[in-house]
């Protein structure tokens, strides 16, 4: 749902949705990076974002998990001003630790694998949720161990960053997101850094997120995952969403020729 009525067609439907980005724009200096977008996620979709470098899909990801500010519109994530409280119709800015619980229930997976190169794929998976929940080390180790079955790893707990292949990397990276039991999880080109043979293995363990019932936002240049997981598919360009709609819809019968332009040249 990408029209400016966003909130209402989520309102009507009964359902708070999970994000919900209403007139959002974003800029870098002079450079105006989101213009004016407007999109919701209802819990338990899947939302794949699709467009050429420099159109704005990190920044968007960025700023839905409090990396930017945005600065103009309003972003929510499961009701909640993103960055913000709501008393009545004021909004207060979340001092850093109110803002960084806010956070914790987003989880977001990045190109680059980002695990801590010095601890094991169980180490860096139990680190959060001990340091930041305060679980104890006990339950963190189980339910570690939990998510590394989960991903196809169940024998890789004490391998080091670097005795794992970028496919299993980016598998604990997705483990060590659903470890903090996020809401919502995000997707920045999670495949793109990866070797051909690898990108399989790592979609798949989404695809299984994904019939789990996770909400999550993917940006992805894997059309037949988005063909086949997402349930509503973007097309952004240029800091606008350009397009967006059922993917099958979408990939088959691009209405746009920006969109036409684009996935003639990805297809
Ligand atoms: P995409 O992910 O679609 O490739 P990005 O969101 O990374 O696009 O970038 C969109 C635009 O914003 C680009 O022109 C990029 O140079 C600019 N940009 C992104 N992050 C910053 C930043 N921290 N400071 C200045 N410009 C930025
Ligand atoms: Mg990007």
């Given at each position: 749902m990408t029209d400016t009525t966003a909130r209402e067609s989520a309102a009507r439907a009964g359902v708070t949705p999970m994000v919900l980005a209403e007139g959002v724009s974003k800029s870098f200096g002079s450079n105006e990076?989101?213009?004016?977008i407007s999109l919701s996620v209802r819990p338990g979709e899947v939302l794949c974002i699709i467009g050429p470098s420099g159109s704005g899909k990190s920044t968007f990801l960025r700023c839905i998990n409090h990396l930017e500010r945005v600065d103009a519109g309003r972003l929510s994530v499961d009701g909640q001003v993103v960055g913000y409280r709501q008393h009545g119709d004021k909004l207060y800015e979340l001092k850093p630790k109110e803002a960084s619980r806010q956070r914790r229930e987003i989880g977001m997976v990045f190109?680059?694998?980002?695990?801590?190169?010095?601890?094991?794929a169980l180490e860096n998976i139990i680190e959060a949720p001990i340091r930041?929940?305060?679980?104890?080390k006990a339950r963190a180790v189980e339910r570690a161990n939990e998510l590394l079955v989960r991903v196809g790893l169940?024998?890789?707990?004490?391998?080091y960053p670097s005795q794992l292949s970028g496919g299993q990397q980016q598998r604990v990276a997705i483990a060590r997101a659903l470890a903090m039991d996020p809401k919502l999880m995000l997707f920045d080109?999670?495949?793109?850094?990866?070797d051909p043979e690898l990108v399989g293995e790592v979609l798949d363990v989404m695809k299984g997120l994904a019939a789990s019932g996770m909400t999550m936002v993917v940006v992805t240049h894997e059309m037949g995952f988005a063909r086949e997981v997402a349930d509503e598919l973007v097309f952004m360009d240029g800091g606008v969403v350009v397009e967006s709609g059922d993917p099958r819809e979408v990939l088959a019968n691009p209405q746009h020729q920006r969109t036409q332009a684009f996935l003639s040249k990805v297809l």
């Open positions: 990076v989101l213009k004016s190109q680059r694998f980002n695990l801590f190169p010095h601890m094991t930041v929940k305060g679980l104890p169940a024998d890789k707990g004490d391998h080109e999670p495949t793109s850094a990866l």
